[in-house]
């Protein structure tokens, strides 16, 4: 069976809204560009930025600013947000999806809407998109592009609240190992964790201020109805800030207790170790002297001489032992 062509580059898919219904029409992967913006209502383009013709396709769309063309297609990895009186684009953070598995891999997802679309595109296959795609295809109130934008963020939200999770069944499990006593050193596990936590934590933190932003802008200055949208993602986006820093309080103090074990450990080998070098120094002074090719040596012409600078280093080795019992280092 062969794939149907798409006649747009990047293509990866399209739905078309009708704001009678709410509903979603998912158009086949061949519609050319006129069919796709002739009907009534809005649609959702989505597009693979791996297909080096997308830059060029996106210059044929009626609709889209300059600053929205540079937004699709930015390879920039910072969240942004851009409004106008009829168009809002930008960039947000996102996870990647392998083809089998979910990864905590940062990815981003550039978008631009205005009143009659919202496109969308990725160089590798997000997360949130995905679980956006499923719940409007099942829901039935899509009503304007904007509102294709809030079910994005409200999915991400829940992508973030579903790592969440399983970062910290990730930590419970290094913590088992670490206020156990285990031999098992779990440094190597909590580090991929907290740079996830750590990356997570300073985007959200952008998109938050970007979004503040906007809800303190005038009304005239971005489109119809979206102060309302971002004050409501602000919200969730603030809740799930709050998540993820809690998160990253906790790998913090987990990593200082990883830390403070591995000092007590190395600290633990070094007070041995000054142990055993305290006690072989006497023994080690006294073969020392014996080992002088001077004459006139003690024991050195008595019979069992050998035998008494053993018993010389014995001597010597208790007599360190008393020095430390007497100093409390022992």
């Excluded at 285990?182 to 964790?193: G, I, N, Q, S």
């Excluded at 040596?297 to 014995?314: C, K, N, Q, R």
Aim: glycine fraction near 4%; proline fraction near 5%.
């Amino acid at each position: 069976m062969e794939l149907p062509v798409s006649a747009i580059p990047g293509f990866v898919w399209a739905h078309r809204f009708l704001p009678q219904t709410g509903r979603s029409e998912r158009l086949p992967a061949n519609v050319t560009l006129p069919t796709l913006l002739a009907d009534d209502g809005f649609i959702w383009l989505h597009l693979g930025l791996s297909d080096a013709r997308v830059p060029a396709f996106l210059e044929l769309v009626p609709g889209l600013s300059s600053e929205a063309r540079q937004a699709l297609t930015s390879r920039d990895a910072h969240a942004s947000l851009h409004t106008s009186p009829d168009l809002v684009c930008g960039t947000i953070v996102d996870f990647q999806r392998g083809f089998d598995e979910m990864t905590s891999d940062i990815g981003w997802l550039h978008f631009a809407v205005n009143e009659r679309m919202i496109i969308t595109s990725r160089l590798h296959p997000l997360r949130s998109v995905d679980q956006a795609r499923l719940a409007i295809e099942r829901s039935n109130r899509i009503l304007r592009p904007i509102d294709v934008f809030s079910v994005l963020m409200v999915e991400f939200q829940k992508t973030v609240f579903s790592l969440v999770l399983e970062i910290n069944e990730e930590l419970n499990t290094i913590e088992d190992f670490v206020y156990e006593n285990a031999v098992r050193d779990e440094t190597h596990k909590l580090a991929p964790a907290r740079r996830t936590i750590v990356l997570l934590h300073r985007h959200l933190r952008t998109e938050l201020a970007h979004l503040r932003r906007i809800t303190a802008s005038d009304e005239d200055e971005v489109p119809a109805g979206f102060d309302d949208v971002a004050r409501k993602l602000s919200e969730r986006i603030e809740t799930a800030e709050r998540d993820v820093s809690s998160l990253q309080e906790r790998a913090r103090l987990l990593h200082e207790d990883i830390d403070s074990k591995a000092t007590s450990e190395t600290n633990r080998h070094l007070y041995i170790l000054s142990l055993l070098t305290a006690f072989l120094m006497p023994p080690t002074l006294v073969t020392g002297f014996f080992g002088m090719n001077t004459a006139s040596l003690p024991f050195s012409e008595a019979i069992g001489g050998t035998f008494y600078a053993v018993i010389l280093m014995a001597i010597s080795m208790l007599g360190a032992w008393w020095l430390l019992k007497r100093a409390r280092i022992l």
